[in-house]
């Protein structure tokens, strides 16, 4: 039984309209504040357009909107495919939309691709552990803000499902190269004009050496990490004048055996004098660092291909089970 997607308070505003099983498939489904809000604001926008002359449920909506994609390369209600709405006018989102779409293996193969991505929700809850329980270290030499942390942190769960997969596959993967190397830096930032240009991340590993016991011990090695995180975070908003801020993270390599630690920084982007400039460059040439770099594109699709079955075999053994069955439908 079709029920109402949503409705007008007197003042004509729309107001979303979700019961319990709803919220929960859709906030399950488009669990990051920024997937959740674009969703709804496309939700309303499309059902206030007329477009949508009925759906059977939530669900299904969810379904229809997560496997179209606008012309900016967005999650959208756009029309069916080879289709517009000049031709068409309005759509019905019948059922099983629902179930087909979490039964494809492309879903499948998705959900399996963002089990990384949490990582990056993990740093997450560990800075906002620190900040709210008051365990922030603040070093000799430097003054904590906990107004900046907090806009660390708040930029970073502003980040969508899938950009935190490459973020988190950026950061394991550097946590390996970390330990074999005495430093390293890895960049996440997303090209000029595009949705992510705004705010860059990077990260940083930095090894606690034998010989650190004998000039200060940890408490200035964690100096030195956090001098690092500023010359490079300044460093890249000079270089790259389009990013508006940049957050960093830096960490021990894994199984250093003497213990673990995060710090993170924001740097926002400002008008820098030949002065700053110059005084970055020097800071630079003394890290040895901010040289040569090389620059990858994240080639990661949100759904990932998976090879035809019967044609080289591919997936698991659930998503061949899947596959066939859809086979046998067809026929």
Known sequence: MPFAIGDLDPEGDFVHVFDEASLD??????DTISDFTEYLDKRAAFIRSGRLEEAHGEEDLVAYYAI????HGDHDF???KGHSWDEIKSVVIGAGNWSRYISNPQYLAKKEADRVS???????ETFTDHM??????VLPGYSY???NSELAVRYMALQRRYVRRGHSEAILGALEIGRKQQVFFRAMLGPPNSKESE???FFLTLKYLDWMDDHGGYERYREMRTFYLQTYAQALLMKHSHLKRVIGIAMEPPDQGR????DIVYAAQMEWTDHDKRENRDDCNALGIMGEMKERRYRGAEFPKIKQFGGGGGGNRKQRRAALARERRRK
């Open 118 to 124: 949490y990582a990056w929700d993990n740093l997450i």
């Open 145 to 147: 803000s906990l107004t």
């Open 199 to 201: 705010t860059g991340f």
């Open 132 to 137: 709210l329980g008051g365990t922030s270290i």
């Open 25 to 30: 498939i859709v906030m399950g489904e488009l």
């Open 78 to 80: 756009t029309p069916p």
């Open 68 to 71: 179209r994609i606008d012309v």
């Open 259 to 262: 213990g673990a630690s995060e």
